[in-house]
């Protein structure tokens, strides 16, 4: 794929908008790519990323990218009409409803990438999802205008800098309002504090899980979760698993 655009929306985080010039394929909520990071000596091994929004109109592929290793900080060192070597989409996928319903989408850091297109593929079914973001402070909350676009924002810090102080588990929209689904992307300690939420409360909740994966493919084993069905390939059986499944 050609790099179309290159946003640097953070010190750490880095949007990637690529193209091809064929036309991009069907792709899901929640599906990730394994992308090839060319030129690094440590970097042998494809590093998956969330597919963050698909414009099919400008026939581009959104990834957000977290500059913390070797590899993604070459990433983010691309410029425009660079190539990237891609393998996608992989996975599955969230839940869409087969009828309107009242969503939840909980994100925190890097997290927050994949629930943007499930927003907006929520909105083009007629649903107003909300999004519960969470951050360490104002200036680590990302593509905020991206997501008020499709539905409600609702934001949490834990210096009290923007929203409300503390962790996305402690929003008052958590104590006044109910849901019919919740699905959640971020840091492992936040999502089973919102899995733990959803089963107190009856919810049905799907986490997507940000294990190691490197091939993506379900060959390499590397990302093998515990589950209820015995050990299973995030990369192939998830990212998104059903929480009731998960040995949490």
């Known amino acids: 794929m050609k790099v179309a655009s290159v946003e640097h929306i953070h010190e750490k985080y880095v949007l990637l908008k690529l193209t091809q010039e064929a036309p991009l394929p069907p792709m899901l909520p929640g599906q990730f790519v394994e992308v090839r990071v060319d030129n690094s000596p440590t970097t042998f091994l494809r590093r998956p990323i969330s597919i963050s929004f698909v414009d099919y109109k400008q026939n581009q592929l959104w990834l957000l990218v977290a500059a913390v290793g070797d590899g993604t900080r070459r990433l983010s ?61 104002e200036k680590d909350l990302l593509l905020l205008d991206e997501f008020k676009k499709y539905g409600r924002v609702c934001v949490t810090t834990e210096d009290g800098s923007a929203g409300e102080r503390g962790f996305v588990t402690n929003h008052s929209v958590l104590q006044s309002e109910s849901y019919d689904q919740i699905s959640t992307c971020g840091p492992k300690p936040m999502m089973l504090a919102v899995a733990r939420y959803a089963k107190e409360k009856g919810i049905y909740c799907e986490a997507s899980l940000e294990n190691l994966m490197a091939c993506g493919l379900g060959a390499c084993l590397c990302c093998v979760e515990k589950t209820t069905e015995g050990n299973q390939c995030v990369c192939k059986e998830g990212p998104v698993f059903d929480v009731c499944r998960l040995m949490w």
């Open 77 to 137: 060192r691309l410029q425009v009409g660079d190539t990237l070597n891609c393998m996608y989409p992989l996975g599955n996928s969230f839940t869409l409803p087969d009828t309107p319903q009242k969503v939840l989408l909980v994100g925190g850091g890097v997290g927050v990438a994949p629930l943007l297109y499930f927003g907006q593929q929520l909105s083009e079914r007629g649903m107003s999802p909300t999004f519960l973001l969470g951050a360490r402070s």
